[in-house]
């Protein structure tokens, strides 16, 4: 399908090469196709804007001053000049992030008669397509890998008319009832706006963590702990969560060895009374992980001691890792409300403080991060956002309307 040409609103693009799971994949405006057809085709195309497209910002009021600020300030640009430039499609709803809980928000959304578009800048299915085998996930008795949930979860989206965009969304314009996004070079226009972009364990960075990962290297003990059943496993950090986790692992495994860097634990007290009261723990103390051994699996930790600088080799079945979870909130600036570590404060409706906007999935402030919170919220965010749109109807015939 020629996009762009006789579609009004159709977005041109140019192929990307991409890891994602659709490598080619074509964008519909949700207005011009019925929204209860499946909006992925089998060889479907990604494009980048052609300079001379009817659709591009390029034709746009959009001058050069605007488009070279763009990268230094682009929510000062988007909140001054939204009547200066060509908005390529507008959405009911626009979602920002395809892990499970935009997949979820996405599938009550365009369920819901929403157009619906989620932006993924890197793989549909987010966090968890890296793990083999989910089991705590309902509904499946036998365990699934995350790429097929998800996979499943965006069929689901598409079934109901939600459309997939491979950008990353680079700035949001939060001012006023009509949202406008960025992303890829284009300009979108939105009702209400989910952030669903998650969060990411901090990494170790040293080699064989990479590749091992899923492979005996994890960042979540309730995810992974069951695969541990009277095996040795290996956990770094001190802090809080470190310690809990591990005391967790000790209903499965036989052994758990805490690897800390300094020679006491960061933890609470109380916390760490428990765990040293634990005959399953046993605790490595000054030292610091610096390679992670193993062919197809973890076989053994290469351990440093800081203070004699010697060199060990712990065998191990399992490695986890818990030196800090990040938010990924590069996207939002000082008027999103988070918390200290840069989790997005929402209530139970996931509200933020901006109207419109609404965060659902591990980037909230929330106690649990698991597929079946972040699908959860997803679901609730759509809802809200559809409540929100429906009361706003009218105004938003006012503030949307066609340039
Ligand atoms: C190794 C591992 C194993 C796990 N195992 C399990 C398990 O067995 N069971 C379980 O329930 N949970 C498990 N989890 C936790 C689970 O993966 C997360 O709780 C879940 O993925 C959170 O979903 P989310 O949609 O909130 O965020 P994410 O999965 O982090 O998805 C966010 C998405 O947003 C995208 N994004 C971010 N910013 C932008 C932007 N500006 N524009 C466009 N896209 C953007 C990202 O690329 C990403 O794809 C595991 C996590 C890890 C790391």
């Given at each position: 399908?020629?996009?762009?040409?006789?579609?009004?609103?159709a977005i041109i693009l140019a192929p990307r090469t991409k890891n994602t799971?659709?490598?080619?994949?074509?964008?519909?405006?949700?207005?011009?196709?019925?929204?209860?057809?499946?909006?992925?085709?089998q060889n479907q195309e990604l494009r980048t804007p052609r300079p001379n497209s009817p659709f591009s910002i390029f034709n746009s009021q959009f001058t050069p001053i605007s488009l070279s600020l763009t990268n230094l300030c682009m929510f000062q640009i988007?909140?001054?000049t939204t009547k200066n430039f060509e908005v390529n499609m507008r959405y009911d709803v626009i979602i920002v992030g395809a892990g499970p809980a935009g997949?979820?928000?996405a599938i009550y959304s365009a369920r819901g008669g929403l157009t619906t578009a989620v932006f993924e800048k890197a793989m549909v299915g987010g966090q968890i397509t890296v793990?083999?085998?989910?089991?705590?996930?309902?509904?499946?008795?036998?365990?699934?890998?995350g790429f097929e949930l998800t996979a499943k979860m965006q069929a689901q989206a598409e079934r109901f008319g939600a459309v997939f965009i491979e950008e990353e969304i680079t700035a949001m314009g939060m001012e006023g009832l009509c949202k406008v996004i960025e992303a890829g070079g284009q300009y979108y226009r939105a009702k209400s706006v989910i952030i669903c972009t998650g969060a990411h364990p901090r990494r170790m960075n040293v080699p064989g963590e990479e590749r091992l990962t899923g492979r005996g290297v994890s960042y979540c003990a309730t995810c992974d702990g069951a695969f541990y059943r009277d095996k040795v496993v290996a956990v770094v950090g001190g802090g809080d969560s470190a310690i809990e986790e591990a005391m967790f692992l000790t209903r499965f495994a036989k052994k758990v060895i805490i690897i800390h860097r300094r020679d006491e634990l960061r933890a609470q007290k109380i916390i760490q009374e428990r765990a040293f009261r634990n005959p399953k723990m046993e605790f490595i103390w000054d030292t610091v992980v610096q390679k992670i051994h193993g062919e197809t699996r973890i076989e053994k930790l290469e351990l440093v001691n800081r203070k004699t600088t010697d060199i060990t080799?712990?065998?191990?079945?399992?490695?986890?890792?818990?030196?800090?979870?990040?938010?990924?909130?590069?996207?939002?600036e000082s008027r999103i409300n988070l918390d200290s570590?840069?989790?997005?404060?929402?209530?139970?409706?996931?509200h933020t403080n901006i109207p419109g906007i609404y965060a659902a999935g591990d980037i909230r402030y929330t106690p649990l991060r698991q597929v079946v919170t972040a699908t959860?919220?997803?679901a609730i965010a759509a809802w809200s956002a559809e409540k929100w749109i429906i009361e706003n109807e009218d105004e938003f015939e006012v503030d949307c309307a066609e340039q």
């Amino acid at each position: 399908m020629d996009q762009g040409r006789g579609v009004p609103g159709a977005i041109i693009l140019a192929p990307r090469t991409k890891n994602t799971r659709t490598q080619n994949q074509e964008l519909r405006t949700p207005h011009s196709e019925p929204r209860t057809k499946n909006t992925r085709t089998q060889n479907q195309e990604l494009r980048t804007p052609r300079p001379n497209s009817p659709f591009s910002i390029f034709n746009s009021q959009f001058t050069p001053i605007s488009l070279s600020l763009t990268n230094l300030c682009m929510f000062q640009i988007l909140s001054y000049t939204t009547k200066n430039f060509e908005v390529n499609m507008r959405y009911d709803v626009i979602i920002v992030g395809a892990g499970p809980a935009g997949l979820a928000a996405a599938i009550y959304s365009a369920r819901g008669g929403l157009t619906t578009a989620v932006f993924e800048k890197a793989m549909v299915g987010g966090q968890i397509t890296v793990t083999e085998e989910v089991e705590n996930y309902p509904g499946f008795e036998e365990p699934i890998s995350g790429f097929e949930l998800t996979a499943k979860m965006q069929a689901q989206a598409e079934r109901f008319g939600a459309v997939f965009i491979e950008e990353e969304i680079t700035a949001m314009g939060m001012e006023g009832l009509c949202k406008v996004i960025e992303a890829g070079g284009q300009y979108y226009r939105a009702k209400s706006v989910i952030i669903c972009t998650g969060a990411h364990p901090r990494r170790m960075n040293v080699p064989g963590e990479e590749r091992l990962t899923g492979r005996g290297v994890s960042y979540c003990a309730t995810c992974d702990g069951a695969f541990y059943r009277d095996k040795v496993v290996a956990v770094v950090g001190g802090g809080d969560s470190a310690i809990e986790e591990a005391m967790f692992l000790t209903r499965f495994a036989k052994k758990v060895i805490i690897i800390h860097r300094r020679d006491e634990l960061r933890a609470q007290k109380i916390i760490q009374e428990r765990a040293f009261r634990n005959p399953k723990m046993e605790f490595i103390w000054d030292t610091v992980v610096q390679k992670i051994h193993g062919e197809t699996r973890i076989e053994k930790l290469e351990l440093v001691n800081r203070k004699t600088t010697d060199i060990t080799m712990l065998p191990v079945d399992g490695f986890f890792i818990y030196i800090g979870i990040l938010p990924s909130n590069q996207l939002l600036e000082s008027r999103i409300n988070l918390d200290s570590a840069g989790f997005v404060y929402t209530d139970e409706y996931m509200h933020t403080n901006i109207p419109g906007i609404y965060a659902a999935g591990d980037i909230r402030y929330t106690p649990l991060r698991q597929v079946v919170t972040a699908t959860s919220d997803g679901a609730i965010a759509a809802w809200s956002a559809e409540k929100w749109i429906i009361e706003n109807e009218d105004e938003f015939e006012v503030d949307c309307a066609e340039q």
